[in-house]
Every structure is written in structure tokens, then in C-alpha cells.
Nanobody
Framework: EVQLVESGGGLVQPGGSLRLSCATS????????MSWVRQAPGKGLEWVSG????????KYADFLKGRFTISRDNAKNTLYLQMNSLKPEDTAVYYC?????????????????WGQGTQVTVSS
């Protein structure tokens, strides 16, 4: 069945960078839009970024201010999130999510699968 396995999180200083990866299996990755969501301590889920099935269309939450880049490698069945200029408020568990079709639509939280998450901690 569908599996989404996030990796790449860790402890980083403010201003630093991380690249998160989501290794997928159990479905035809190239046919589906994907996204990243996050959950900070004591907070609800927050949508971060999404990408359509062929990588030609991306969307970002306004709070990112150009700091993050979502990408995918369909040949490797892998989704990425490049995170630059990290801030303490970026501290959260980051989840890879899969939508139920190729297009990135308006209902950003209507993914049908998500992974186990990877912890990102931004602190000095």
C-alpha cells in the first residue's frame, strides 16, 4: 500500500538550511500531486507547499517569504523540500502528503495519505 517516508530533519541553527526528502512507494508517484504540511509544538497542522504531478506547478504558504523550495524527482519517486534561512518558528514536525489526483487544487488539506513526519528543530 501507499508508503511515505520522510527524512532529513534535525537540529539546525537559525539561518541554516535543511533538505527534507520523502521516499514514496505503493503508488505511481508521477501521477499525483504532493505537498508538505507541518505541525509546530502545541499547534495545528499548517500547510507549507505543494507541487503538481509533473512538477510544473508549485504553491507556497505566504509565511515562507521565498525561503523554501519544493521539488520532486519522479524517476526516484521522491519529493523534496529545500529549507533555507530557517527561523525558530519553523520548528515543527514536517509531513509529506499525497493528493488523490495529479493537480494541485484549492483544497490544500485534502490529501489522502501522509507520512510519519520528520522533526525539524531550529534553535541556537
Amino acid at each position: 500500500e501507499v508508503q511515505l517516508v520522510e527524512s532529513g530533519g534535525g537540529l539546525v541553527q537559525p539561518g541554516g538550511s535543511l533538505r527534507l526528502s520523502c521516499a514514496t512507494s505503493g503508488f505511481t508517484f508521477s501521477n499525483y500531486a504532493m505537498s508538505w504540511v507541518r505541525q509546530a509544538p502545541g499547534k495545528g497542522l499548517e500547510w507549507v507547499s505543494g507541487i503538481n504531478s509533473d512538477g510544473g506547478s508549485t504553491k507556497y504558504a505566504d509565511f515562507l517569504k521565498g525561503r523554501f523550495t519544493i521539488s520532486r524527482d519522479n524517476a526516484k519517486n521522491t519529493l523534496y523540500l529545500q529549507m533555507n534561512s530557517l527561523k525558530p518558528e519553523d520548528t515543527a514536525v514536517y509531513y509529506c502528503t499525497k493528493y488523490d489526483g495529479p493537480a494541485l487544487l484549492d483544497h490544500l488539506y485534502e490529501y489522502n495519505y501522509w507520512g510519519q513526519g520528520t522533526q525539524v528543530t531550529v534553535s541556537s
